[in-house]
């Protein structure tokens, strides 16, 4: 982490009728860190990650990738602009082998064709540990290589940012490690990671440094360790 600002998420709201989801929430993530997003169910995580993606326009605040402004930008030119997700539940299409998966995000984001997108889909997947599987169809992929495929499609956009969304969700142990250790080389490779997790083990052992939700508010911020000993942490996953 080399302290240079690549998000900065400034008193970020968002409503839904009578419901505020995040009530002037601050995330400020460094260039090549390894950031974690945590907290209970409901507490503002998905919808923060939503607001920085642009799947959703935040009500108040301001959100800055690299000195410039999200406001009023679609999805598509934020992930031009270099900011990636991978989704919780993965959807590839079924019918199609994995490289033609990674083929389609591949030639949207880049406007490669033919030669070009093979070669850099198998540099992909080689990255992500499915080479051996790139012309099997995407329908028959084991849980664990649905999520690196997920992983893969969300790394077609060359990013700068890479949000994981829940990416070892439902995973044993081994996998866990699996994904882990995936998501340590692209960040080795200097890309940036947000992750969002439940598995406890997994956020404190990856990040760098973390911010805690709860009911929409930033609740703490600081490392894996401070986070663990902070009553406001406690409080908030298990109650008084």
């Known amino acids: 982490m080399n302290g240079e600002l690549l998000l900065d998420a400034r008193a970020v709201t968002k409503t839904f009728g009578g419901f ?13 860190e390894r950031f974690g997003l945590i907290g209970p169910n409901g507490s503002g995580k998905t919808t ?14 301001e959100i800055v990738f690299e000195g410039r402004t999200l406001d009023g930008m679609k999805p ?18 079924a019918s199609m082998t994995v490289l033609e998966n990674l083929a ?97 083990r997994a956020v404190m052992r990856f990040s760098e440094r973390i911010v805690v939700l709860d009911a929409g508010r930033k609740i703490a911020e600081g490392t894996p360790e401070e986070i663990i000993d902070n009553p406001e942490v406690e409080r908030a996953y298990l109650g008084e």
């Open 20 to 32: 505020t989801a995040l009530d002037s929430v601050d995330l400020h993530v460094n260039k090549g």
């Open 48 to 61: 923060m990650i939503n607001c920085i993606s642009g799947a959703l326009a935040n009500d108040g605040g």
């Open 76 to 93: 598509h030119q934020r992930t031009r602009l270099g900011i990636s997700r991978s989704f919780q539940i993965p959807k590839p299409f």
């Open 104 to 200: 389609i995000p591949l030639e949207y984001a880049t406007g490669a064709r033919g030669r070009e997108i093979r070669a850099r889909a198998m540099e992909i997947l080689e990255t992500i540990g499915l080479a051996e599987r790139a012309d099997i169809n995407s329908g028959s992929l084991t849980q664990i290589d649905m999520r690196k495929l997920e992983l893969a499609r969300a790394m077609a956009a060359d990013p700068k940012l890479l949000i994981s969304d829940e990416a070892m969700a439902g995973l044993s142990a081994t996998e866990l490690d699996d994904i882990l250790d995936i998501l340590l080389r692209l960040n080795e490779r200097g890309i940036t990671i947000i992750m969002i997790e439940h598995i406890m």
